[in-house]
């Protein structure tokens, strides 16, 4: 079975530029949960989407965001990037809501510079 | 604000030794716990999950869990060089329906040869 894929694997971008990171998750996986890793403050979690709904959100400011498609696709989007966005986007994907399939599966991620 | 604790390291150990990694939560709710593995430069790979008290084994690797004392703890049994990476502990804040991981900091592992 295939992994999470995402893309692309690497963005530079500039300050005030916006930016879309997609995600595809595991055949038959309904959650898809972002994460943002950096150095200081290691994984931090985004958003949560499950059959097409945000469930949960993490304390970033509104400039983040992102939607899930009828296939569990998932996209997130970054408007007006400052410096401090840089980052690795991981995306996670899980089978369903039961206690025991919570187990997350991460994609290789996307590093974005923002310049 | 739930918390997950993990010594940063580096946890250096002979190669064949047992190596420990522990972790403390402070939800006392918490119900799922996960050991994640992550090479430098690549994404964390999930190693081992655990929702009882007790140990669960897999391969070389043992899983623990005390929910009394808010402890999850790893055990690699024969560390070799290639477990050489850090060890990220991540329990579910589980409060309805949610699928979020809260990370622990991570533990440095150094196996030296």
């Known amino acids: 079975k295939a992994g999470v894929t995402q893309t692309p694997r690497y963005l530079i971008k500039t300050r005030g530029q916006q930016v879309t990171l997609s995600c595809s998750p595991i055949s038959g996986h309904r959650s898809v949960s972002w994460y943002q890793q950096t150095p200081g403050q290691g994984l931090q979690f985004l958003f949560e989407?499950?059959?097409?709904?945000?469930?949960n959100k993490g304390n970033f400011p509104g400039r983040f965001s992102g939607r899930q498609f009828s296939n569990s696709r998932s996209e997130m989007n970054v408007s007006t990037l400052e410096l401090g966005d840089s980052a690795l986007y991981l995306c996670?994907?899980?089978?369903?809501?039961?206690?025991?399939?919570?187990?997350?599966?991460f994609g290789p991620g996307t590093r974005l510079t923002v310049t | 604000q739930k918390e997950v604790e993990q010594n940063s390291g580096p946890l250096s150990v002979p190669e064949g030794a047992i190596a420990s990694l522990n972790c403390t939560y402070s939800?006392?709710?918490?119900?799922?716990f996960f050991w994640y593995r992550q090479y430098s430069g690549k994404s964390p790979e999930l190693i081992m999950s655990i929702y009882s008290n007790g140990d669960k084994e897999d391969g070389r690797f043992t899983a623990q869990l005390n929910k009394a004392s808010q402890y999850v703890s790893l055990l690699i049994r024969d560390s070799q060089p290639s477990d050489s990476a850090t060890y990220l502990c991540a329990v579910n804040d589980y409060g309805g329906a949610t699928n979020k991981l809260i990370f622990g900091t991570g533990t440095l592992l150094a196996v030296q040869p």
């Open positions: 996670a994907s899980s089978l369903a809501a039961r206690e025991a399939s919570y187990e997350q599966y």
């Open positions: 989407y499950f059959s097409e709904t945000q469930r």
């Open positions: 939800d006392r709710g918490s119900q799922s």
